[in-house]
Nanobody
Framework: ELQVVEFGGGSVQPGGSLRLSCVASGFAFSMSWMYWVRQAPGKGLEWVSS????????HYADSVKGRFTISRDNAKNTVYLQMNGLEAEDNSVYYC?????????WGQGTQVTVAS
């Protein structure tokens, strides 16, 4: 079964940090671009970050640049999102997405809540 599963969401105070993990299975993870996408309450999907198969090409949305870091461990079939300096605007459900040849594979999402 093709799947990605996110871990690591939770509640944190403004300025705090969280690390999200996404574990993939059922496909060639080491050959796949991986993405983090988020959705805030009442809003549409927002692309957050992406990383190529080897980790040499990384991109961030302007809204998270300098605060979030994406990385991957192909030996563990896992992609990470280190989130520092969290702000109220980062309140969202965070989804991990794998770009496969024919279609994307989405995780179920993990909630990140930033509140004092």
């Amino acid at each position: 079964e093709l799947q990605v599963v996110e871990f690591g969401g939770g509640s944190v105070q403004p300025g705090g940090s969280l690390r999200l993990s996404c574990v993939a299975s059922g496909f060639a993870f080491s050959m796949s671009w991986m993405y983090w996408v988020r959705q805030a309450p009442g809003k549409g999907l927002e692309w957050v970050s992406s990383i190529n198969s080897g980790g040499s090409s990384i991109h961030y949305a302007d809204s998270v640049k300098g605060r979030f870091t994406i990385s991957r461990d192909n030996a563990k079939n896992t992609v990470y999102l280190q989130m520092n300096g969290l702000e109220a605007e980062d309140n969202s459900v965070y989804y991990c997405v794998a770009e496969l040849a024919l279609f994307p594979v989405w995780g179920q999402g993990t909630q990140v809540t930033v509140a004092s």
